[in-house]
């Protein structure tokens, strides 16, 4: 993810280990109370990603309790999004006065294991995007990408409107460069006066990682 964002006015941390210092405030041990192990673990390691990153921005730490949808709050003054997948965690932070919202993603670099997912995630333009892809570099996991992709859309998207905004809501369109684009399909949300018609965003796989990435400025 750092690799990802360089160049972008934020904070990164990541760690494919669940560090044995990592704690939570009681209001999150809450959260967690009846949580599987491996929730656990998820939940704690981001949290302590997001608070290392916290800290090297100046901002003291404090819970980051799920709120509406499972959105992470955030201390006042600061943009975030947190991910974790099967060996990895990482959360992304920075000064609401440089960046205005942040959605990242991380998911295992290999296709989707159920063919059905692909139908609710894209529509057919996407599908004929990504079997064009596949055609010229057929070792990139594009159907996985193209999720990761959605659910940064969606995480740079929510704090910014509070409503859901589904797959179908969204065409991404994702480019060899490492780069993609996301046109939305609904009534943007207005942000400094101007309604945003979507978003542009970048991809790496990298390490067993396939990771996105949306940093609004």
Known sequence: MATLLAGVPVTVVETHEDPADAVLFPAEE????????????????VRHCARTALARIGVPAAPILPGHRGAPGWPDGVVGSMTHCAGYRAAVVAR?????????????GEPLRDPDVLDLVADETERAVLASLGARQSATPWDRLLFSAKESVYKTWFPLTGRWLGFEDARVELDPDGTFTARLLVEGPVVAGVELKGFSGRWIVRDGIAATAIVLR
């Not at 809450?30 to 390691?45: G, H, L, M, S, Y």
């Open 96 to 108: 609401a006065g440089e960046v205005t919202s942040v959605g990242v993603d991380a998911e295992p």
């Open 30 to 45: 809450a959260v967690v109370a009846n949580a599987v192990d491996k929730r656990r673990k998820e939940f704690t390691t």
